[in-house]
């Protein structure tokens, strides 16, 4: 979803990293990043199962 909006919204940035050979260290990166995030706010998929408005809640912020 990120290289799209790379695409669409950051066209330098995209065409940068791609010259660069960066494009897929740079999404693991941030795809890293993005689960240590729900990692440290205890977001699993018991949680969405057993309380959904609290999940609902952690993931919008």
């Known amino acids: 979803m ?7 919204n950051n066209s330098i940035r995209f065409d940068d990293l791609c ?4 494009v897929g260290i ?11 995030c729900l990692e440290s706010e205890s977001v699993t998929e018991e949680l969405k199962a057993t309380n959904w408005r609290a999940w609902i809640g952690v993931m919008n912020n």
């Open 26 to 36: 740079y999404l693991a990166k941030l795809n890293a990043q993005a689960q240590n």
């Open 2 to 8: 990120h290289e799209k909006y790379l695409r669409e």
């Open 19 to 22: 010259l660069t050979g960066g």
